[in-house]
């Protein structure tokens, strides 16, 4: 079988609840272009890893498809990352096959791929949670080392294909933690006609051991946790 046909896979989870409705099984892929200063995952940065799994679109379909009873009220299946939309293909031939299946499919990206690739993915995709990082091309580039008219395009390729969307947003002290940067985040996030919720998560630190284990310092080492009781109070402002 060729190399291109498997899926570069970095973990999976079985029976998560945070990305996306209900109980779902997440699949984090390995590969991402971005080097977000609050990353979680660096050990999924890099495409090729001696630790990943290596799985077929069939594969994985059967895999997941083992739970579907723990997931067929309300639930379905998530594919994180990394980036997924670096593996379009493979991600496309998944979401298919589990949709043939009758289960619900998410999308959890951060819009930095081509449109092309994003499309192909799109196309069987039930919703997406987009990973609205930062409000300009300058914090995108200083604090991402990515590209924010590419993830606008990607929000309005969302809008154009009517995929249903929620906007996802790590609120950083010091960085995205004022009203006035949380009003201009729902400003932004209420222009997209399928938009259907937004999601502040509140910056942690537990990844710190993580990048002590890999060697890559963590920017925001010293950065304090956002307070969970300040976040919900900055939800009023979207």
């Given at each position: 079988?060729?190399?291109?046909?498997?899926?570069?896979?970095?973990?999976?989870?079985?029976?998560?609840?945070?990305?996306?409705?209900?109980?779902?099984?997440?699949?984090?892929?390995?590969?991402?272009?971005?080097r977000c200063m609050y990353c979680h995952n660096p050990?999924?940065?890099?495409?090729?890893?001696?630790?990943?799994?290596?799985?077929?679109?069939?594969?994985?379909?059967?895999?997941?498809?083992?739970?579907?009873?723990?997931?067929?009220?309300?639930?379905?299946?998530?594919?994180?990352?990394?980036?997924?939309?670096?593996?379009?293909?493979?991600?496309?031939?998944?979401?298919?096959?589990?949709?043939?299946?009758?289960?619900?499919?998410?999308?959890?990206?951060?819009?930095?791929?081509?449109?092309?690739?994003?499309?192909?993915?799109?196309?069987?995709?039930?919703?997406?949670?987009?990973?609205?990082?930062?409000?300009?091309?300058?914090?995108?580039?200083?604090?991402?080392?990515?590209?924010?008219?590419?993830?606008?395009?990607?929000?309005?390729?969302?809008?154009?294909?009517?995929?249903?969307?929620?906007?996802?947003?790590?609120?950083?002290?010091?960085?995205?933690?004022?009203?006035?940067?949380?009003?201009?985040?729902?400003?932004?996030?209420?222009?997209?006609?399928?938009?259907?919720?937004?999601?502040?998560?509140?910056?942690?630190?537990?990844c710190l051991e993580k990048y002590e284990a890999l060697?890559?310092?963590?920017?925001?080492?010293?950065?304090?946790?956002?307070?969970?009781?300040?976040?919900?109070?900055?939800?009023?402002e979207l």
């Amino acid at each position: 079988m060729k190399a291109s046909e498997y899926g570069r896979i970095h973990s999976v989870q079985s029976l998560g609840a945070v990305d996306g409705p209900g109980l779902r099984y997440v699949t984090f892929m390995q590969g991402c272009p971005l080097r977000c200063m609050y990353c979680h995952n660096p050990d999924t940065w890099e495409a090729e890893s001696p630790s990943c799994i290596r799985l077929t679109p069939e594969e994985l379909a059967e895999k997941a498809l083992r739970c579907k009873p723990y997931y067929e009220n309300g639930g379905g299946i998530t594919v994180s990352g990394g980036e997924p939309l670096m593996q379009a293909d493979f991600v496309a031939q998944y979401f298919k096959k589990m949709q043939e299946a009758g289960v619900h499919t998410a999308l959890d990206t951060s819009g930095s791929a081509s449109l092309e690739a994003a499309e192909k993915v799109l196309r069987h995709t039930d919703l997406v949670l987009a990973d609205l990082k930062f409000l300009s091309q300058e914090e995108y580039e200083q604090y991402c080392g990515g590209d924010y008219q590419t993830v606008r395009q990607f929000l309005q390729l969302t809008q154009q294909m009517k995929v249903p969307l929620w906007i996802r947003h790590v609120v950083v002290p010091g960085y995205t933690d004022t009203k006035e940067y949380i009003r201009r985040l729902g400003q932004e996030a209420h222009q997209y006609a399928n938009l259907q919720k937004i999601e502040l998560l509140p910056f942690r630190n537990l990844c710190l051991e993580k990048y002590e284990a890999l060697g890559i310092p963590f920017r925001l080492k010293g950065v304090p946790q956002m307070d969970k009781s300040r976040c919900e109070a900055l939800r009023k402002e979207l």
